[in-house]
């Protein structure tokens, strides 16, 4: 069963590619704004990354760690696991930066959370998924809590 936790918008910077490495294409974006709406409301702050491994079947191996801060200053740590694939094609025009339809490829991710707020104490008990869609110069994830 799921609940509605909140929707996240980020901006990002263009994909700095690091090479191949043994696993496959080694890329981090970096995390450069956003806001995040719902049940928390926050600012998504500039210097968090996504660091993905886009393996040789094609799947993006994805790790993004970032910071948010909400309206009355409390800091959250976001570490977000997750996995984006699709046809070939699908796939070549995301990493190209062009817009694909979100239908068009599967974008999913397990999201954990850290805060020495006390008011946001209930968060660090949370497991959540989110649903995502990549832009050319965004992401926007769509997230659920487990309960």
Do not use: C
Not at 23 to 42: H, L, N, P, Q
Not at 86 to 109: C, H, N
């Amino acid at each position: 069963m799921f609940k509605p936790l909140f929707d996240i918008s980020a901006t990002l910077a263009p994909a700095v590619t690091l090479g191949p490495a043994a696993a496959g294409e080694r890329r981090m974006i970096a995390i450069t704004g956003g806001r995040v709406t719902g049940r928390v409301e926050a600012e998504i702050l500039p210097g968090g990354a996504d660091w993905q491994v886009v393996r040789p079947d094609g799947v993006a191996d994805i790790d993004a760690r970032y910071i948010l801060r909400t309206r009355d200053g409390a800091t959250v740590e976001v570490w977000s696991r997750g996995l984006r694939h699709g046809t070939p094609e699908a796939m070549r025009k995301l990493i190209a930066g062009e817009p694909v339809d979100p239908s068009q490829y599967y974008f999913r991710t397990a999201l954990r959370f850290e805060s020495a707020a006390p008011s946001l104490q209930w968060l660090t008990r949370v497991l959540a998924i989110g649903l995502g869609e990549r832009l050319p110069n965004a992401v926007l994830i769509r997230v659920f809590e487990v309960l």
